[in-house]
């Protein structure tokens, strides 16, 4: 008799132990930080919840050049959250040069999730769906509503800026 109880003990520690949810794993209670910026020249990114957020970093007394904005979502819909790439100057004339390169997104919110960007200070972006500049890759994009124009909607893995 008193195994029974011994067993019945150890399987209902097991249920409760399933349904205990430990602080801080759950997803739905932290917000996801879908607005981001990347210094090119430090390659710090930061990332906020709010739009508002990230435009108050960006407006700062440090000065900050937009080079370009990648969308989450199509027709650079601000709404799925987006990232800015910035430095302290604009890009050269010229594609003949790689002003910054990223070969690996992989580890990041943004790999494989770009679907329209937009560029600016003489900028633009050539995008790899490989790690290391390898695979299918766009020629130099100043805008795209849709990258899916270049079969790259949501597949790019590294980058360069020109």
């Known amino acids: 008799m008193h195994k029974p109880r011994t067993f019945l003990s150890i399987m209902m520690a097991c249920v409760i132990g399933l349904t205990v949810s430990i602080p801080g794993t759950s997803l739905a209670d932290s917000p996801r930080h879908n607005y981001c910026a990347l210094n090119i020249e430090t390659d710090a990114m930061s990332c906020f919840s709010t739009e508002s957020e990230l435009e108050s970093m960006m407006s700062t007394s440090v000065p900050r050049v937009r080079l370009g904005t990648w969308f989450d979502r199509t ?3 601000r ?3 987006h990232l800015v790439f910035f430095a302290s100057h604009g890009c050269s004339d010229t594609n003949n040069d790689v002003d ?8 990041s919110d943004w790999n494989n999730r770009v679907s329209s960007l ?3 200070s003489g ?3 050539k995008l790899y769906d490989g790690i290391g500049f390898t695979g299918h890759r766009t020629s130099w994009i100043d805008s795209s509503a849709n990258l899916g124009d270049y079969d790259m909607n949501n597949r790019a893995s590294s980058y360069k800026i020109s």
């Open 79 to 81: 709404r799925g959250g």
């Open 123 to 125: 900028c633009d972006f």
């Open 75 to 77: 027709n650079m819909d």
């Open 118 to 120: 937009i560029t600016a």
């Open 100 to 107: 910054h390169a990223d070969s690996s997104l992989k580890g």
